[in-house]
Structure formats: C-alpha cells, structure tokens
T-cell receptor
Framework: GAVVSQHPSWVICKSGTSVKIECRSL??????MFWYRQFPKQSLMLMAT?????????EQGVEKDKFLINHASLTLSTLTVTSAHPEDSSFYIC??????????????FGQGTRLTVV | AQSVTQLGSHVSVSEGALVLLRCNYS??????LFWYVQYPNQGLQLLLK??????LVKGINGFEAEFKKSETSFHLTKPSAHMSDAAEYFC?????????????FGTGTKLQVIP
C-alpha cells in the first residue's frame, strides 16, 4: 500500500526558534500534499495544500509567512514553523495524494508530529 | 461544498456490545467517504472507504459501514466491541478537485469500551 512517513514524530523547541517537519511518500509520487493541524480533542483542520513545484495554497486564517511549506519534489514536502510560540504547540499531520488512477481515490496520512514550544 | 456531521462526540459501549458511530454527509457531487481511527498521539489509520462501488463496505478490525444515499449517511458499525477499539474515530468526505482528493473531516467521536 501507499506509505507516508512523517519526521520527526515529536519535537520540543524553544520559543522564537524555527522547526521543520518532513513528509515523505515512500512508494508513490505525491502530486499533492496537505498539512493539517489538530488541537487537543478536536478534528483535523486543513492548513494548506501544496502541489509539487508550485506555491502552497493556504486556508483562510493560516499565516503563510509563519507556516512555510515547500513541496520541492514528488516525494517530499516540508512544513517549517518559523519563530515558534507556545500557541503553535499542536499535532501536525501531513497527507499525500496521487493523481495516478489507482491511488487517486484517497489521501494517505503520515503518523503526525507533536510540536511543543516552551 | 462538502461536509460531514458526526453525531455524538463520545460513545460508550460495553465490551462485546454493538458499536454504532454515526456520520451524515453533505456533498454536491457523488462523494468518496472514509472512516479513520486515531489512537493517542498517532496519525490516522484508514478503516474503510466508499468509492461508489458496493454500498456495504467492509474494513479492517471487523468494522463495516453502509452508504445510504437516501439518508446521506455512512454509519460505522462493529458487531462486538473489543477493548482495543477504544480510540477516536473520524468520518471524512472527499471529492476529486484539480486532480487530487480534497478531504473534509468530521469532528470525531471518541469511543470508550467498558470492560
């Protein structure tokens, strides 16, 4: 099956620093990747959608200068939380979708990254 | 536009009892529907999906769901709950948009299994 790997699985950083989260599709080409944020006991909220080689499309209310998304290849997307603050502490999940016929019926999810800003 | 509504943020069942988690959807086009399970501090695991084939979909771990267009529902069931089923369950709807699946999640239902 299609596998998406997210790294790191958890990270603690100091307030004011930047943190990079990687999302890799291991066995398929992900033409589109998605980044979600999940607050405690809440559902997943889509932050942005990125297509390989183009700028990400951010959802309303998401600061694009704070959450930098890069989708430089068909197997890798990164989310960088810049100048992190404690309120950025959350669970971040990526997913990947392929335009290939067989894989186009669903998006595949990474295992998530628990970010804690202290 | 598309959305899903999960009725009941918390559901408690006894071990061995029937599990029923409710999901209603709204979609302007024929939808793809999914159920995911999430254990604490983990990502999402796909339980099952409906993609316009059979209306009764069987998934992993003994779960199944039935797509009912007339009721716009996609409820998740399992005949006999196990302790290991305790987790958060998300219903989701997606549609093909620009060559990719755009997914919208419900608010989740936390399943508690009582010994």
């Amino acid at each position: 099956g299609a596998v998406v790997s997210q790294h790191p699985s958890w990270v603690i950083c100091k307030s004011g620093t930047s943190v990079k989260i990687e999302c890799r599709s291991l066995d398929f080409q992900a033409t589109t990747m998605f980044w979600y944020r999940q607050f405690p006991k809440q559902s997943l909220m889509l932050m942005a959608t990125s297509n390989e080689g183009s700028k990400a499309t951010y959802e309303q209310g998401v600061e694009k200068d704070k959450f930098l998304i890069n989708h430089a290849s068909l197997t890798l997307s990164t989310l960088t939380v810049t100048s992190a603050h404690p309120e950025d502490s959350s669970f971040y999940i990526c997913s990947a979708s392929s335009s290939g016929q067989i894989l186009a019926t669903e998006a595949f999810f990474g295992q998530g990254t628990r970010l804690t800003v202290v | 536009a598309q959305s899903v509504t999960q009725l009941g943020s918390h559901v408690s069942v006894s071990e061995g009892a029937l599990v029923l988690l409710r999901c209603n959807y709204s979609s302007s086009v024929p939808p793809y529907l999914f159920w995911y399970v999430q254990y604490p501090n983990q990502g999402l695991q796909l339980l099952l999906k409906y993609t316009s084939a059979a209306t009764l979909v069987k998934g992993i771990n003994g779960f199944e769901a039935e797509f009912k267009k007339s009721e716009t529902s996609f409820h998740l069931t399992k005949p006999s709950a196990h302790m290991s089923d305790a987790a958060e369950y998300f219903c989701a709807v997606s549609r093909l948009s620009g060559g990719y699946q755009k997914v919208t999640f419900g608010t989740g239902t936390k399943l508690q299994v009582i010994p």
